[in-house]
Structure formats: C-alpha cells, structure tokens
T-cell receptor
Framework: GEDVEQSLFLSVREGDSSVINCTYTDSSSTYLYWYKQEPGAGLQLLTYIFSNMDMKQDQRLTVLLNKKDKHLSLRIADTQTGDSAIYFCAETPENTGFQKLVFGTGTRLLVSP | DAMVIQNPRYQVTQFGKPVTLSCSQTLNHNVMYWYQQKSSQAPKLLFHYYDKDFNNEADTPDNFQSRRPNTSFCFLDIRSPGLGDAAMYLC??????????????FGPGTRLTVL
C-alpha cells in the first residue's frame, strides 16, 4: 500500500538549518520528491532523489534517503523567511506507467526573523 | 511567463449547480493531471490524460468528469457539487517520459467554494 507521513509543523529561526522528515511505506518507490507550496499557490518541485541514492545536495538543499527504514529528509541550510511554506514529500510507485505522485500530509515550515 | 494557467483562481458555486474549472498549458506536454486538495491535506490525484487517453483513479467519485479537447486545454467538470467538494483544485502537466523521472509542473490552483 501507499502511505506517506510527515510531521505537521516546524518552526525555526532565520539562519538556522531546517530538517523536514518523511516516512513512506511503498518499498517499490523509484523516485522520491520534495515539493514546496506557498500560500495560495501551486506546488513547486524543489528536488528529487532516485531510490538507489543515499544523498543528494542541491545548493542549500540536502536530501537524505534511508531506504531500509523508508525515511526521507530534507535539510535546508541557512533558512530564510522566504522559505516559509508547506513542504510535501511524494513518492512514485514503480511500474505505474506514468508518474503517479503520492503525497505526504505536508509540513508547515515557519521561519521567524 | 505562465506555463500552467488555471481559471478562475476562485470559484463560488451553489450546492448542486454544475461547475467547470479550466486549465491550459504552454509547455506542449503530453500528460495533464487534476488533483483535489482539501484544507490541510495532501493533494489527491483525481485523474489524468495521456494525450487523449483518459485515466480515472479508482476512488474518484462519478460526480467528477474531465475533458481534454486539445493538447493545451483540460477541463474539470463537477456535475453536482456538494459541500464536501469545496477544495483547491490543482492542474499539473508533465512530458510523459517513460523510464525516468518526469517533472510535474503545477498551476496556481482554483479554490472552489460551495454554498
């Protein structure tokens, strides 16, 4: 089955690092994604990781994948007030024939000055 | 430059009155998706089109229909909206690449209110 869970809320101070966690249940997932949703807006793809990788770094973003524990995390270095948003992890189950995204519940990140 | 456009951004309808939401894209992508996102919940896929092929999710209510008259446009029709259909409706597109990651580009969404 497909189930993706995240903590609901994270509050950090500007300049600190933020770590957003996600757990998933579908071991056949091939790709895992992080999306950002600002208020009143659609979803913006931040980064993704293929399931045979442990880590991916992209500027201020670091994605860590522990496939054994089915745990995915997104670290944002030097968090800015503009990073305040809801962050969704998502997985793509294998062999769906198209990119079916199963989203987590979303983590609301609040960055205070 | 807007790539996935949704109109209107806000839609108010009455209980039981049919409503149509619109999505257009300038990316010439093969796949178009419709998601429903209720307050404080994850987006949930309703259906998608791969070119003209319509693919419905198993748990999408019959009340929801879709049309794709051409590559650029896709419509979501709600035949008899109920109070439980109030949500943000997100349209997305992707190239439809097989065997590799296929980025979905989302529109800004249409927030539907049912009175």
């Amino acid at each position: 089955g497909e189930d993706v869970e995240q903590s609901l809320f994270l509050s950090v101070r500007e300049g600190d690092s933020s770590v957003i966690n996600c757990t998933y249940t579908d071991s056949s997932s091939t790709y895992l994604y992080w999306y950002k949703q600002e208020p009143g807006a659609g979803l913006q793809l931040l980064t993704y990781i293929f399931s045979n990788m442990d880590m991916k770094q992209d500027q201020r973003l670091t994605v860590l994948l522990n496939k054994k524990d089915k745990h995915l995390s997104l670290r944002i270095a030097d968090t800015q007030t503009g990073d305040s948003a809801i962050y969704f992890c998502a997985e793509t189950p294998e062999n769906t024939g198209f990119q079916k995204l199963v989203f987590g519940t979303g983590t609301r990140l609040l960055v205070s000055p | 430059d807007a790539m996935v456009i949704q109109n209107p951004r806000y839609q108010v309808t009455q209980f039981g009155k049919p409503v149509t939401l619109s999505c257009s894209q300038t990316l010439n992508h093969n796949v178009m998706y419709w998601y429903q996102q209720k307050s404080s919940q994850a987006p949930k896929l309703l259906f998608h089109y791969y070119d003209k092929d319509f693919n419905n999710e198993a748990d999408t209510p019959d009340n929801f229909q879709s049309r794709r008259p051409n590559t650029s446009f896709c419509f979501l029709d709600i035949r008899s909206p109920g109070l439980g259909d109030a949500a943000m409706y997100l349209c997305a597109t992707s190239r439809g690449l097989a065997g590799r990651t296929d980025t979905q580009y989302f529109g800004p969404g249409t927030r539907l209110t049912v009175l």
